[in-house]
Nanobody, 120 residues
Framework: QVQLVESGGGLVQPGGSLRLSCVVS????????MGWYRQAPGKQREVVAAVTSGGSTNYRDSVKGRFSISRDNNKNTVYLQMNSLKPEDTAVYYC??????????????WGQGTLVTVSS
């Protein structure tokens, strides 16, 4: 069973920075494209950044130039460096594969997420 454990969230002022981490177990991590998703209150979950198994990256327009995704296949870990944070970045952040990991019964598997709050 895949497990995803996110960490690194917190309260930060506008313009500040945070680095999120996500450790993945129970899967051949290096074979999967990985992404960071976020879900703000009352909104649908969205992908904000992605990194392929080969290290190519892609970003949602609203975070381009501010967020940077990376991975360490030796540590089964994916990171999200977030700079110049804005109040609209406030959300619970999750990592997962692209598409998300799922059980044999096709139920998506998610971690607990990590809350990022950007506020003065």
């Amino acid at each position: 069973q895949v497990q995803l454990v996110e960490s690194g969230g917190g309260l930060v002022q506008p313009g500040g920075s945070l680095r999120l981490s996500c450790v993945v177990s129970g899967s051949i991590f290096s074979m999967h494209a990985m992404g960071w998703y976020r879900q703000a209150p009352g909104k649908q979950r969205e992908v904000v950044a992605a990194v392929t198994s080969g290290g190519s990256t892609n970003y949602r327009d609203s975070v381009k130039g501010r967020f940077s995704i990376s991975r360490d296949n030796n540590k089964n870990t994916v990171y999200l460096q977030m700079n110049s944070l804005k109040p609209e970045d406030t959300a619970v952040y999750y990592c997962n594969a692209l598409p998300p990991f799922s059980t044999a019964g096709y139920v998506e598997v998610w971690g607990q997420g990590t809350l990022v709050t950007v506020s003065s």
